[in-house]
């Protein structure tokens, strides 16, 4: 029980019961702090379900400490036991992007702001993986961050980036509709300062193709 192996954390309420994690607010060190405990998949084999569980925690502890180098808006990573499946990180401010779009508290700026903050992360060597609005959060101040690095890679390809901003774009697409231009924000921003010894034009046409790919096989 990871209450116990960690007495120096306080918990206090329940934020997220997931599929695959729970994730609980409180205090660690007198820190505000979330802890995220990874949940066994009863469906997977528990040999394979503790090698995926360990190799997500892994990767998401290593992005995260790197991304803490460079001052990117992300959680800092307090503690963790890839054992235990659990790890505890400072608390961030704001709430999903999702609910924000949905009570219209954000709109095509926030949209913006995040292909500027994708095309930030792409250039610092990272994709995230799985680039819903549940996992941009947004404050008070309209500034956003991103959590739940999972399912990262470091030094990705041309085609994780490309998903990044598909997955994105679907996310747009299936749940935030009644926002017109959406996608087409998300490109503006992703563009904004031109296109960067990284190539940001190439992950866009990339992104362009995968679309186009789904559109007419998927
Ligand atoms: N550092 C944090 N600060 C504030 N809230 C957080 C933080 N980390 C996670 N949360 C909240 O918990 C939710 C779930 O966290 P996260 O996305 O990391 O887990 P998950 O892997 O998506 O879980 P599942 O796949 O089981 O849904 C987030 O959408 C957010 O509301
Ligand atoms: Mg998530």
């Known amino acids: 029980m990871a209450t116990a192996a960690t007495p120096a954390w306080a918990p206090s309420e329940v934020l997220h019961e997931g599929a695959e994690a729970t994730v609980t607010a409180g205090f660690w060190m007198n820190k505000p702090s979330v802890l995220k405990l990874r949940r066994p998949r009863g469906y997977r084999h528990p040999d394979l379900d503790r090698m995926l569980t360990r190799q997500r925690m892994s990767v998401e502890a290593r992005v995260l400490g790197r991304l803490q180098l460079i001052d990117f808006p992300s959680p800092s990573l307090h503690d963790l036991d890839i054992e235990g499946g659990w790890m505890v990180l400072s608390r961030l401010d704001g709430r999903p992007l999702c609910d924000a779009l949905r009570d219209g508290s954000a709109g095509l700026d926030e949209v913006r702001s995040t292909g500027a903050l994708i095309r930030r992360l792409h250039e610092a060597g990272f994709s995230h993986g799985d680039m819903t609005t549940h996992n ?37 697409t299936a749940s935030h509709s009644e926002i017109g231009g959406a996608v087409e924000a998300m490109v503006e921003g992703y563009l904004e300062g031109g296109d960067g010894e990284f190539g940001a034009k190439e992950v866009v046409s990339r992104f362009e193709d995968i679309r186009g790919r789904v559109r007419y096989h998927g």
Do not use: K, W
């Not at 991103?146 to 490309?162: C, T």
């Open 136 to 172: 941009i959060l947004v404050d008070g101040s309209r500034c956003l961050s991103l959590i739940d690095f999972g399912l990262a890679r470091i030094s990705p390809e041309l085609e994780h980036m490309g998903l990044d901003l598909q997955v994105l774009n679907e996310c747009l």
